[in-house]
């Protein structure tokens, strides 16, 4: 069992939220987080039971007196009516940590949520291990490139991970059942995910008929991985219209598969691109679905810079969500082809983040960090997440920084 960093999050919000709700994608431990949080203290009931989902949806008042507070409610998107429903229990008995709600869509929770539990609920994304989870280490700092942050790692890190160690972690995925059952096939664990992510969640959304299509449609996205969004481009390639693309993609943003980066910009300049940049956040998952069938072919096949890229930035996406923070990410690229892969707005500051798989990162790296300054903000200390052994200056401004302090 892995210690998850979300869990003094949980603990803490729970003693000044009535509920708690826990979203992110199927298998990545909401619930077993809750159970550890929760000690047998609570009962327990899950909406993926076909038995509790039917007296959830057809007579939700019912479900409440059968499962009262405190309680953990699994999948609850199944049963968007129980919303109101606990919302009245709360109003009434007005104490903290009455509710704990998991759920894997939050396409069909928002609704039910800004409706019925507005103030009354805190909600906390969830993706698999982090690397430091996976490590036994703690991290209760989110990643942010200042030289505090930048100490207090490298007294807490002894080795970090080399280059081909980060690669295996890159083909495993963050899962935590690949890492807590060693026995596990990772492809049949995927094969698997696939075939019951389909039939429970999208074919529920999206009533798609052509199974097969969708799962064209996942490779595509996956392929595409670190890089401008093109609806066209994925469309084409799938055989679907381009609002298909759209709602498809929507769905795998509010299962916590995707994430869509912004563009930094601001009306100073209409030099830069505004489009969207595309991550699928497991890595394990991508690098199935674009068949890569070893951590060696991984390492030197033509993905193996946009798989680095996407596996650094959930990394630093963890270190905030699994903070119970949400950050403020950017990229920045104008139409001179000047590009910062991730910007972090903080306090006011920019914070330039550049990766690299390189082990010898030069000055040149961070070439682009200037270009920032434009943007009439504050530009704060920049860093290169590479393979260097250590941390090393670049310059004034910027530090090299292993991947494994992540």
Not at 130 to 146: C, K, V, W, Y
Not at 283 to 302: H, I, N, Q
């Amino acid at each position: 069992m892995y210690k998850r960093t979300l869990k003094e999050t949980v603990e803490k919000t729970s003693r000044t939220f009535p509920a708690v709700m826990i979203t992110g994608p199927r298998q990545v431990g909401k619930t077993t987080l809750f159970e550890t949080c929760a000690e047998d203290r609570r009962g327990y009931v899950s909406l993926d039971n076909l038995e509790a989902r039917t007296i959830a949806q057809n007579d939700p008042g019912l479900f409440i007196q059968s499962y009262p507070p405190p309680v953990i409610i699994d999948e609850v998107q199944y049963a968007p009516d129980l919303f109101s429903h606990i919302k009245i229990v709360i109003d009434r008995e007005k104490k903290n940590g009455l509710y704990w709600l998991t759920g894997s869509q939050k396409f069909h929770l928002m609704k039910g949520i800004t409706e019925s539990l507005a103030g009354r609920v805190a909600l906390i994304n969830l993706l698999g291990l982090s690397q430091a989870e996976i490590d036994g280490r703690s991290n209760g700092t989110p990643f942010l490139p200042t030289a505090e942050w930048i100490k207090k790692t490298r007294q807490a890190v002894t080795k970090p991970l080399p280059l081909m160690s980060v690669f295996e972690r890159i083909w495993t995925g963050s899962f935590p059942k690949l890492y807590q059952e060693k026995d596990v096939s990772r492809d049949t664990f995927y094969q698997s995910y696939l075939a019951t992510y389909i039939q429970r969640d999208v074919k529920d959304i999206l009533a798609i008929s052509d199974e097969t299509a969708f799962l064209r449609f996942l490779r595509a996205v996956a392929a595409r991985t670190s890089e401008l969004l093109n609806y066209a481009d994925m469309a084409r390639d799938v055989g679907i219209d381009q609002k298909t693309a759209k709602a498809w993609l929507s769905v795998l943003e509010t299962a916590g598969l995707v994430y869509l980066l912004q563009p930094y910009y601001s009306n100073v300049t209409n030099r830069l691109v505004k489009t969207p940049k595309l991550y699928f956040l497991d890595t394990g998952l991508c690098s199935y679905l674009t068949k890569w069938p070893t951590v060696e072919t991984l390492e030197a096949g033509s993905m193996s810079g946009a798989l680095l890229e996407t596996y650094v930035f959930s990394e630093v996406l963890k270190s905030y969500w699994h903070n119970g923070i949400e950050p403020n990410f950017y990229y920045y690229r104008d139409t001179d082809q000047k590009e910062v892969d991730l910007v972090i707005e903080s306090g006011g500051t920019l914070y330039p983040v550049e990766i690299k798989k390189t082990g010898t990162p030069s000055r040149t790296a961070s070439k682009h960090f200037t270009a920032l300054e434009k943007l009439g903000k504050k530009i704060g200390h920049g860093v290169v997440l590479c393979f260097v052994p250590e941390d090393v200056p670049l310059s004034k401004d910027v530090t090299a920084v292993p991947i494994g302090y992540l």
